[in-house]
């Protein structure tokens, strides 16, 4: 309960009228357009949440069909899911990424499980999920929709969280330093410097996250395991069907829903909270063009909205203040990496590391042993052969998308007018769902009696490249103003402006976003490297056709072989070049 101090507190901060109290309460034009927005949100959540309680069997009774006037409720129902797996992915991030960005020993364990998860296909998840959520909600759609929100989530998380991780790391040391200076506790320097730094890059990778979560709409909605399959009402679904009919028309309306939706959710989520970030970019000028946004700036003319927040500001800042007995676990950034370890310290550390590796072993020894009862040394090679097909068509598509998105990301990045015109493109382009492609890559595939080990590839990559451009244009968004300004003024040009200037600015992002879309192009595997329109159905040989037929099948020795084997070459991969570039990075062109 707020005490009288608070309370005028509290008032001051209120823009006041003719009284303190008067004309500050009475809703102006931006309340009343505040409160038509949050209402319609409200109204919109709660029919959408009372459906996802409704009967199981109401599933069969009411199956998805492809009439046009089901498709608003179907978009509500798959935006509903969509924003709940943001919500966990938010709460992962904050969680998971920080630990790892300030313990040694956590790091040793979150990365390379961060490593290993991005690399488990949604299917993968879903294949030993589903069944877990409907009896957690026996009879109850909740169960299912649980299992779908969890694998979109699946698509956000890691993303996400390698952002956080990677910006916290490159906290400049300057700042920490004055931080320090100024008797900053481990809490309050969190929440006041080190999380606002790493918040631009963050709210891009959660665009891309969200984005990205469209490409396995229909997987998640769509479910098949084995003999079971549960179709959630959702545009997923209705795509999923259309495509089984080759209904031209619906799969249509679905991109227009989609864009529609994307549109929408643009205007009145991320574009918000863009120009909100941008207060947190690193900059010792002022920047010449700050994003803009009419909800933002409705949100900032209202009376009574800054009435209602202000206990939640004045509860936040008290909170901020708070001597949280969190000072190991929430140090420095950077501190424990710079600081020389005693031989204690080297000691633990050690026992650590041995523990971990005897607790892998003992998985793999799990795996090895469930495997092994139904399959023999010739799956596991074909396995691994087919994992390297794979590889082959991630690193080519990896390399192809950088040489294109790098230099279209900077540019984008470097004019925020074009950024914010960019935006919704961008984030339909990443969201549009490579599925709707398959029929007309199939079409041409059969009709030009083209290689569907060649031609099928790209479809990999559809959906991921957007990593790298996504994050190419934050880091280049948050290039310093006075440095950019420098370079001008040495009249650096060409090749030297890119190898000296903004190559090495957007390099800690570029890492990350083609960390990410590296992962992302082998979970994509599973649905590119089988693709169909019909009853025709082309096939390209990989591991992600591996696995998509054994979890068709529900061979489940084989979708556990696969998934393992995928596991190992994503790991093995990232630690031979991704992380040995994320501490070059670090080391090299990280901000002082």
Not at 17 to 44: C, E, H, M, Q
């Amino acid at each position: 309960m707020l005490d009288a101090r608070a309370i005028r507190d509290i008032t001051r901060r209120v823009p006041l009228g003719v009284g303190r109290l008067g004309v500050s309460l009475v809703p102006n034009g931006y309340d009343v357009a505040a409160f038509v927005i949050v209402i319609g949100t409200l109204v919109a959540l709660t029919h959408g949440v009372h459906e996802m309680h409704a009967p199981l069997a109401a599933l069969d009774a009411d199956p998805v069909t492809l009439d046009l006037w089901h498709l608003p409720d179907y978009a509500l129902r798959t935006t509903l899911r969509m924003f709940a797996a943001m919500a966990a992915s938010l709460v992962f991030t904050f969680v998971v990424a920080t630990l790892a960005a300030k313990s040694r020993k956590a790091e040793l364990v979150i990365v390379p499980a961060l490593d290993i998860l991005q690399s488990v296909p949604v299917l993968g998840f879903l294949t030993f999920t589903v069944l877990f959520f409907l009896h957690l909600f026996p009879a109850s759609q909740l169960g299912a929709e649980c299992a779908a929100i969890f694998a979109i989530f699946t698509s956000q998380a890691w993303n996400m969280a390698f952002s956080f991780y990677q910006s916290l790391r490159n906290v400049p040391r300057d700042l920490s330093e004055v931080a320090s200076g100024y008797g900053f506790s481990p809490w309050l320097k969190f929440l006041r410097l080190e999380a606002p730094y790493a918040v631009p890059g963050l709210v891009w990778n959660a665009m891309m996250s969200m984005s990205g979560g469209w490409f396995f709409v229909v997987a998640s909605e769509a479910i098949s395991v084995g003999d079971s399959r549960i179709t959630l009402p959702g545009i997923g679904a209705w795509l999923s069907l259309a495509i089984e009919r080759r209904d031209i028309p619906a799969i249509a309306w679905a991109v227009f829903a989609i864009a529609l939706v994307i549109l929408l959710y643009d205007q009145l989520v991320f574009r918000p909270v863009v120009a909100w970030a941008d207060k947190f970019r690193f900059e010792q000028v002022a920047a010449q063009r700050r994003p803009q946004s009419w909800v933002y700036d409705l949100l900032r003319g209202t009376r009574l909205t800054k009435v209602v927040v202000s206990p939640l500001r004045w509860l936040g800042g008290r909170i901020a203040l708070v001597r949280w007995p969190l000072r190991r676990a929430i140090a420095p950034v950077g501190a424990a990496h710079r600081r020389k370890p005693h031989a204690s310290t080297r000691l633990i550390d050690s026992a650590w590391f041995g523990l971990i590796l005897i607790l892998s072993a003992y998985a793999a020894w799990h795996v090895i042993t469930y495997v092994r009862t139904t399959l023999g040394l010739g799956d596991v090679l074909e396995a691994i052969e087919l994992g390297g097909l794979t590889l082959l068509r991630v690193m080519v598509l990896i390399a192809l998308a950088s040489l294109v998105w790098v230099p279209v990301g900077v540019w984008i990045g470097l004019r925020p007018a074009v950024a914010e015109r960019i935006q919704p493109v961008a984030q339909f382009l990443a969201a549009f769902p490579a599925n709707v492609l398959f029929p007309f890559a199939v079409v041409a595939i059969v009709a030009f009696r083209l290689d569907a080990n060649i031609w099928l590839s790209p479809l990999m990559v559809l959906g991921t490249q957007w990593y790298i451009l996504f994050n190419v244009i934050a880091g280049a968004s948050a290039f310093p103003t006075d440095l950019r300004e420098v370079a001008t003024m040495y009249r650096l040009r060409s090749w030297q402006w890119w190898r000296q200037v903004i190559l090495p600015g957007i390099f800690p992002y570029y890492v990350t976003g083609a960390l990410t879309a590296s992962g992302g192009s082998w979970n994509a595997s599973i649905v590119a490297e089988v693709a169909s329109w019909g009853d025709t159905k082309l096939r390209a040989n990989g591991l992600g056709a591996y696995i998509a037929d054994a979890s068709e099948a529900g061979n489940f020795p084989r979708v556990v072989l696969g998934v393992a084997v995928m596991s190992l070459f994503v790991v093995a991969f990232n630690r031979l070049l991704w992380r040995p570039l994320y501490a070059y990075g670090e080391r090299r062109f990280r901000l002082n």
